[in-house]
Nanobody
């Protein structure tokens, strides 16, 4: 199965930046689409950014122009560069991957991002 491990979360002041990483292992299941979701306390998990195997990207309106998703297949790692962070960006961030062969979706364990005002 696909395995995903996030890192890079932490505490940052408003206006600051963080870069999240998601290291993945395909284990025979080639990955198609990958992305990031986040879940703030008391709220539902929502999409942040998505990147396809072809490099196409999509962002939630709330992060457009501030966040950048990228993927380095040579390093088996996906990234989320978060700039101009706001307190409302505080959440647990999860990476996910959809594998191409059977369409299954896999999730990482999550990494906490806290933005102080």
């Amino acid at each position: 199965q696909v395995q995903l491990v996030e890192s890079g979360g932490g505490l940052v002041q408003a206006g600051g930046s963080l870069r999240l990483s998601c290291a993945y292992s395909e284990n025979g299941y080639p990955i198609d689409t990958m992305g990031w979701y986040r879940q703030a306390p008391g709220k539902q998990r929502g999409m942040v950014a998505v990147i396809t195997s072809g490099g196409g990207t999509n962002y939630a309106d709330s992060v457009k122009g501030r966040f950048t998703i990228s993927r380095d297949n040579t390093k088996n790692t996906m990234y989320l560069l978060m700039n101009t962070l706001k307190p409302e960006d505080t959440a647990v961030y999860y990476c996910y991957a959809t594998e191409a062969k059977y369409g299954g979706t896999f999730w990482g364990q999550g990494t906490l991002v806290t933005v102080s005002s």
